[in-house]
DNA sequence: AATCTCCGACTACAGATGTAGTCGATTCGA
DNA sequence: TCGAATCGACTACATCTGTAGTCGGAGATT
């Protein structure tokens, strides 16, 4: 909800916390993805942004905090499917899809499995 | 190609450029969406920004730049496209007609017209 | 009790971004 | 020809972002 952007070092850490909270810094800290080696202070940098974003909250568990997402992914993802479709296509999600399944190769198999799941939902 | 982001306010300029080019500042500066007024200067330091990000150029006219972008929109919205797949649905693409259907930004006609698209292409 | 360790709070700092101002040079209009 | 308008170059500056360091205090260890 909150319209604080979330930046992409702060995303990592949102991940993290979505698919398991509530979490301490440190670890947060050993959840880090490889390509992500980050020093503690740094998490910790990225955490109390995040909470000042009210993005994640945080409850004292002992002299520790535990901190644990404030917004769903779903709004997250949503929110920013938004605004690219926004930006990028005059605000239309048809020719995001159009143009990903244009760009994207692909193969037989996987359009067969699209369109089983387009019927499911076409209910 | 050039892997430099283009800020939103850069891409604000390039719209104008891909819409019509080649263009000097004054005339990008006229051609400002009303949501964004900005001023003369601000204009010329966007694009020259976008200069030392490669994505425009420009050619002397007199003593003036005309400036012309360098960069496609259809590659940069594909770019931008897949980093937001890379981003939020682990660079599949399903994941997000999926969402995009549950949130019901797809409607029944969007979604006859993916089939449709989808066919096609199984050639 | 003295020390060590770990925690959160605060500070740091370079680069990107949004937004604009100044200024010397040039050209155009009178 | 002389001032006015205009141009590009350079400078400015607050905020955000990526990344990390320091420090005082609370707990744990001996």
Redesign the interface.
Known sequence: MSSERIS?AE?TIMEILWERAPLTATDVAARLPDDRDWSLPTVKTLLSRLLTKAAVEHRADGRRFLYSPLIDR?D???H???R?VD???GGR??P?????????K?S?A??S???R??RE??S
């Open positions: 992409d995303l779903e997250y993802v949503s920013e499917s938004k690219l930006r990028l296509f999600f048809m995001l899809v159009a143009h990903l399944a244009e760009q994207e692909l037989d996987d359009i499995e699209i369109e799941l387009l939902m076409k």
